[in-house]
């Protein structure tokens, strides 16, 4: 979408939302170039600039722009997945105005070169701000750290092996010892590797009744387990990623109580599907970690509405048709995820009765505070990323409408609450759904 010709934008009858604050009013917000030039319950009492676009939100939601933390993008190398454009352009639709792209690409980004082409493909596409992550060991290999001091000056925002586990422990010490010297992140997503390889779904009776290798919930606890004790022994900063278990959310609470510095998160399709969605071999439900049994799900669940699961991401992994429509086991992992991150995320607060201002947190606050971002909070001076929600709107999902390049969803068809009714992003209408007239 074109940017708008004035560099004001006067919101009305807004719902502000701002969950760093704990702002929950209808008012008014000015945006002016790239900030917020102010906001607040009586903004525009009187009148409105005249030099400002005016945008009446009519009492619907506006509130920070979200921010996902684990997305794969696939460029470069599997542009026919996913590419920056179709990414930024699911984003946008979604909501998201910031997210951070794994480095599992082709080539791996742990080079400045590779860093430095990412930058410049986000800086063309001119839409969702894109922060890379640089791989913790050079071509994930597990093997030789990356030099992660060049990496950061580079402009990578963490470091994390994506879905792949460290399997050396003393690698693992030494990552997150040297990471530690630069206050970076390491983030991880936790499956012990011989307890997961070779394996493409829940371990259990189901697996077994399907003839599939499974992957042991064990395989979670284990490997955060030992994370956990190696953390504390260096110090640093930690977060696990895909959070599956219930175990896994009982050690890592113990550990913040101890003061060590973690956090965790969870993707949709873990709080909402059960391993049940594999059964007769369905390969979009093939995703890392695997979907547990319905005791896990129900954990996360209300884990998140408890506010022990400190954010929730996206997990968006695109795979083409020719990868997914393969035996099971052939088959790769993931399921896209930017364009179903709030409907989704929604029945949070619709059907779990968990306060609305606190599922925003974990899709913008708690996000812009793990990656020290100065976005996902209303703030004057601060960047003007924000989104506009009608959080009434009901809905299916529909594959085919996604901006996505891939499809691999399980949420076809899918009764939501929730649609993105604009995206703005440094103050520019980027996103605008057809329904949304002001």
Not at 46 to 53: K, N, R
Not at 68 to 88: C, F, M, Q, V, W
Not at 238 to 267: D, M, P, Q, Y
Request: glycine share 6%; net charge neutral; charged share 25%.
């Amino acid at each position: 979408m074109k940017n708008n010709l004035k560099n004001k934008i006067a919101f009305t009858n807004a719902r502000l939302i701002d969950p760093n604050t704990g702002l929950d009013v209808i008012g008014g917000l000015l945006t002016e170039n790239k900030i917020i030039k102010d906001f607040g319950k009586n903004l525009f009492n009187d009148s409105t600039p005249d030099d400002a676009l005016k945008i009446d939100c009519k009492d619907n939601i506006l509130c920070p722009g979200f921010i996902d933390i684990n997305a794969h993008l696939r460029e470069p190398g599997e542009e026919y997945k996913e590419n920056i454009n179709t990414a930024s352009e699911s984003a946008l639709t979604g909501g998201i105005t910031s997210l951070v792209c794994m480095p599992d690409t082709a080539p791996v980004i742990d080079q400045i070169p590779i860093i430095e082409f990412i930058k410049k493909r986000a800086r063309e596409t001119n839409g969702v701000k894109i922060f890379p992550a640089a791989s913790i060991t050079k071509n994930i290999e597990g093997k030789q750290l990356t030099e992660m001091g060049l990496l950061m000056e580079a402009g990578a925002i963490l470091f994390t092996d994506a879905n792949k586990t460290i399997k050396n422990t003393k690698i693992m010490k030494q990552a997150l010892t040297y990471a530690k010297n630069f206050d970076a992140l390491i983030m991880v997503s936790p499956q012990d590797y011989d307890l997961s390889i070779n394996g493409v779904m829940n371990g259990g009776a189901l697996a077994s009744k399907l003839g599939l290798p499974g992957i042991s919930k064990v395989a979670e606890i284990i490997q955060i387990e030992r994370d956990l004790r190696l953390l504390e022994n260096t110090g640093g900063r930690l977060h696990f990623l895909n959070i599956t278990t219930h175990e896994a959310i009982l050690a890592i609470e113990k550990a913040k109580n101890r003061g060590l510095k973690v956090t965790c998160s969870t993707a949709p399709h873990y709080f909402t599907l059960t391993e049940e969605a594999v059964d007769e071999w369905k390969t979009f439900a093939k995703v890392f970690p695997p979907l547990r049994k319905e005791e896990d799900r129900k954990s996360i669940y209300n884990s998140l509405i408890n506010n022990k699961i400190d954010i929730i991401s996206s997990h968006h992994s695109p795979q083409d048709q020719d990868s997914k429509r393969l035996p099971f086991e052939q088959a790769e992992f993931g399921i896209v995820g930017l364009e179903t991150l709030l409907p989704i995320s929604l029945d949070l607060h619709f059907n779990g009765n968990m306060k609305l201002i606190d599922l925003i947190d974990k899709i913008t606050n708690q996000p812009a505070k793990l990656l020290n971002l100065d976005v996902g909070k209303l703030k004057i001076d601060s960047p003007a990323d924000l989104t506009i929600i009608d959080i009434n709107y009901s809905n299916k999902i529909k594959l085919e409408s996604m901006k996505s390049k891939s499809k691999n969803s399980l949420f076809d068809n899918y009764d939501s609450k929730g649609k993105i009714l604009c995206t703005i992003i440094d103050g520019r209408i980027v996103f605008k759904s057809a329904e949304f007239k002001y």
